[in-house]
């Protein structure tokens, strides 16, 4: 009989990241027992409470032994990663050991802690490699009439293709998932490796691991947008019996959950949700759906065959498996929705209920079914030889299927030691080259591969022997580096005389501790080099010239934030110092990360955009880095995207969020340009392209003071773009006017703006001229228009537009009526600025609407200002 139960669902909350310390994150994270709780930083008494199986501190509480493992310093809340493993691993063990497959998902946002669960760094082993080793311990203490076989297989799903870190060979396309009635659905052609030892997988793991680096390299992928999915099968053959009984465990890194959401108003056009999501989309379909029938709602279809993924993972979500979560979080407020859309997600899942069964039978009972469903295959085959060829696509799979059950057959038939001793000739090859590695790296200096996966760090190992060394994508190279930006010839090593150097090619970038060199350059022991658009490697001189020095500190943040000061982007620029103290803005050192996390991703974006002959380049901005609200106060800076067409010289400004989007969208297509695929797309699926738009130039503050004197203000000032660069000159009068537009005279003057209380209030904005405009000089084809808004007005009013003209008069005068002044509003004039901001219109945009439509007008035409319904909270002038 099946046995019925849950998915177990443990929460697991990771320490603060370096960024999170920077940003002076706050912990919105508590847990009480097997409750975690999270509250609302904009709201702290808003507070949601989740109960699971499990509730892991892992964020406090802790120190490093001498081994360097991460255990309790003395608090009984800590739980490290062996409290993790005797929870979780050991179940998964027990498992394995009664016949049950066994499934165990890590999910969360990129950076939560996933990976250090599973795998972990160092010496702080995740679930994963103990997991193998307790599994061989443990065979070695069993009986002696029992055959255990173990094969290890390891795969990564990227936009909806499967790559198999363990074969040499990448097939274009990714390996086909199949469907068979024994065993479901599987991975046609996936490398299954028999092991009879715990080295053999570690050994089998870092293979994984170089094949993921590169293949992430060579798919221009982000690692933190796949899902890696390790299977270890499992077999127990009752010799006097002939039983076997066998389990299938699989341990699943999910990729990363955040959603995109837009940092600014605008919508992207483009949905995200593309094959890159695809597969984590449907998974969180496929809980919804199952944890709907398990509250007894009628569910018509649960989508497991909408992604690769969801295939794969049928039996382990309502089916034959035993399953566990692990939902991993981040403590920071400004993760807070993040990490509530996990927990939600989590509490989903553990409403799903599982089928398990012992998966035991004779083994010449499989035999005869693997048989059996042969001969069907065979006559449904001969059914189909007559038919022509429309059943061409049938016939083949078919035959597919008939292959795979003979190979079912023939494993099952062979004995083990057979296929021990097939591998036995690799497994001495891969040690040979292990001890060749090792000899090499005692005597070379060698360039170590550096990842934003802190997982694929480390992994390759590129040496530099005596004489010239030329490294590119040609296969005739010493060294063979593929990767976005890398030419074929792109650089040239060159050890010699006890000194190493490097000289990029003609045109091939390349970068020194953050500086871009164009000659031959000198290497230091520990110098950072990036080659191409983002191929980061940390150089290890030559044996004499190593110290004992931690190298860990050279991680990717490292090297991009070496870029971003050799670019003289830094935290001063940003403002981050206060005066009060030396202490960095925590919401400008968040700032500075985005810039830094998103530059390596503008430099594959414009590589890709000059590979695929787009004419676009990409350029990272911050958003009112020098701009301030109507009452002088700064503004909240962002990251945001310039793109220029290089040869119609148009711009458009995308969000953070817009432009990750983008990029996905951009690698699939890239992505099919590497393989020769056809490109073209229509213009509205195109992710490079766009509408164009109005774009926002700069702002300028004209301070509404004299209004509430009733004096006149005759301001030209500067229009600054976001940066505090000049971008035009705007000449603008206020004047205090009567009802019928007559300009008062000095004699109307008042002493104390409260003499205006409860008084018709009327004055007029002129706006005469705009000078100097440099985006007017900068390409033909484009206009301007000036927008600004006044206190309680629901919209932005906007001149009309002017074209083609550097010093545009622009002789528009607007009057308005306060009926009744308020004292809120000549709070409001005595304490603000009227924003006017500058808009750029380019040839083919939808110009900025100039009527008066939706605003109130006064018996004489004006526009009515501090009407009591119109007046919200949001008013700036409000004390």
């Known amino acids: 009989m099946p046995n019925v139960d849950s998915v177990k669902v443990a929460v697991r909350v990771r320490p603060f990241s370096q960024r999170e310390k920077d940003a002076g994150s706050k912990c919105v994270i508590s847990m009480n027992s097997n409750s975690t709780s999270i509250y609302d930083p904009r709201n702290p008494g808003h507070m949601k409470t989740f109960t699971f199986d499990l509730a892991y501190w892992s964020h406090s509480g802790f120190l490093k032994d001498k081994n360097g493992m991460l255990v309790s310093a003395g608090s009984n809340s800590y739980a490290g990663q062996r409290e993790v493993f005797r929870d979780l691993g050991e179940g998964v063990l027990e498992n394995a050991w009664q016949g049950y497959n066994a499934t165990l998902l890590a999910y969360g946002q990129t950076g939560s802690g996933k990976s250090y669960s599973m795998i972990g760094y160092g010496a702080n082993r995740g679930i994963v490699p103990v997991v193998c080793e307790e599994l061989f311990k443990a065979i070695q203490n069993q009986e002696k009439n029992k055959q255990y076989q173990i094969t290890f297989s390891m795969l990564e799903i990227y936009n909806e293709q499967v790559t198999d870190l363990l074969s040499k060979t990448r097939k274009p396309g990714g390996l086909k998932i199949r469907e068979d009635q024994q065993q479901g659905f599987y991975v046609d052609g996936l490398k299954l490796v028999p092991c009879d030892n715990y080295a053999q997988i570690e050994r089998l793991m870092e293979q994984g691991n170089k094949m993921r680096t590169t293949a992430t390299t060579i798919m221009n992928a982000t690692s933190s947008r796949s899902h890696m999915v390790i299977t270890i099968q499992f077999k127990q053959i009752f010799l006097g019996e002939a039983i076997t009984k066998q389990s299938v465990i699989n341990l699943v890194d999910l990729a990363g959950s955040e959603r995109q959401k837009s940092s600014g108003s605008e919508k992207d056009r483009l949905k995200e949700g593309t094959r890159v999501n695809l597969s984590l989309t449907t998974l969180g379909n496929v809980i919804s759906a199952l944890a709907e029938v398990a509250t007894g709602k009628k569910v018509l279809h649960i989508p497991y ?460 904005i002129h706006i005469v001229e705009c000078l100097g405009v440099k985006w007017l000089r900068d390409a033909a084809g484009r206009g301007i228009q000036i927008g600004y808004r006044v206190y309680d007005l629901p919209r932005s009013l906007y001149t009309k537009p002017v074209w083609k003209n550097v010093n545009p008069k622009i002789e528009e005068t607007v009057h308005f009526s306060a009926l009744n002044a308020s004292y809120e509003f000549l709070n409001y004039l005595q304490k603000n600025a009227l924003i006017v901001d500058l808009w750029g219109l380019q040839e083919g945009c939808t110009e900025m609407d100039c009527s008066l439509d939706g605003l109130l007008l006064a018996p004489e035409g004006t526009i009515m200002v501090d009407d009591p319904k119109a007046l919200t909270a949001n008013d700036a002038g409000l004390d």
């Open 305 to 764: 065959r909408d992604s690769v993924l969801t295939k794969l993972l049928q039996s382990a979500l309502g089916g034959n498996s035993r399953t566990i979560m692990i939902a991993a979080v981040s403590p920071a407020d400004i993760c807070y929705e993040e990490t509530l859309s996990t927990l939600r997600y989590a509490e989903r899942t553990k409403k799903i209920r599982n089928k398990a069964v012992v998966n035991t039978s004779p083994t010449e009972k499989l035999i005869r079914e693997l048989k059996a469903e042969n001969n069907k295959l065979l006559s449904r085959l001969a059914g189909l030889g007559n038919m022509g060829t429309l059943v061409a696509d049938e016939t083949q799979e078919l035959r597919y299927l008939l292959a795979e059950n003979e190979r079912q057959i023939q494993n099952i038939q062979v004995a083990w030691e057979s296929r021990l001793e097939e591998t036995r000739g690799e497994w001495e090859q891969q040690y040979t080259a292990l001890a060749q590695e090792r000899r090499m790296m005692e005597t070379f200096p060698y360039l170590l591969n550096i990842n934003e996966d802190p997982q694929l760090s480390w992994v390759l190992k590129h040496f530099i022997q005596n004489g010239s060394c030329d490294v590119g994508q040609s296969t005739s190279n010493a060294i063979i580096l593929r990767g976005l930006g890398i030419l074929d010839k792109h650089a040239t090593f060159t050890n010699a005389d006890g000194k190493v150097t490097l000289t990029p090619g003609d045109k091939c970038k390349a970068f020194v501790n953050g500086v871009l060199i164009t000659g031959k350059t000198k290497l230091q022991h520990l110098d950072r080099v990036i080659l191409g658009s983002n191929s980061a490697f940390l150089y290890v001189g030559l044996p004499a010239e190593r110290t004992d020095e931690d190298l860990s500190r050279y991680d990717y943040d490292f090297f991009q934030s070496e870029l971003a000061a050799a670019e003289g982007f830094s935290t001063d620029k940003l403002g981050a110092a206060s005066s009060k103290d030396s202490r960095a803005d925590p919401s400008i050192l968040a700032v500075f990360h985005d810039y830094i996390k998103l530059m390596p991703l503008v430099a594959e974006v414009n590589q890709m955009s000059e590979e695929l002959k787009k004419d676009l380049t990409f350029e990272l901005k911050v958003k009112n880095l020098a701009a301030s609200d109507s009452r002088g106060y700064d503004l909240q800076k962002e990251i945001i995207v310039k793109v220029t067409h290089v040869t119609t010289n148009q711009v458009w400004i995308w969000s953070k969020a817009k432009f990750i989007n983008r990029k996905f969208l951009m690698e699939e297509l890239y992505q099919r340009f590497r393989e020769g695929e056809d490109t073209h797309v229509n213009q509205d699926s195109d992710p490079f392209w766009d509408p164009v738009e109005v774009v926002h130039l700069g702002s300028a503050h004209v301070w509404l003071q004299s209004l509430a004197y009733c004096l006149q203000l005759e301001e030209q000032t500067e229009l600054l773009n976001s940066e505090g660069l000049e971008e035009a000159v705007v000449v603008i009068n206020l004047s205090p006017c009567s009802r019928d537009g007559r300009i008062l005279g000095e004699d109307d003057m008042v002493i104390d703006p409260l003499e205006l209380l409860g008084r018709r209030v009327d004055f007029q």
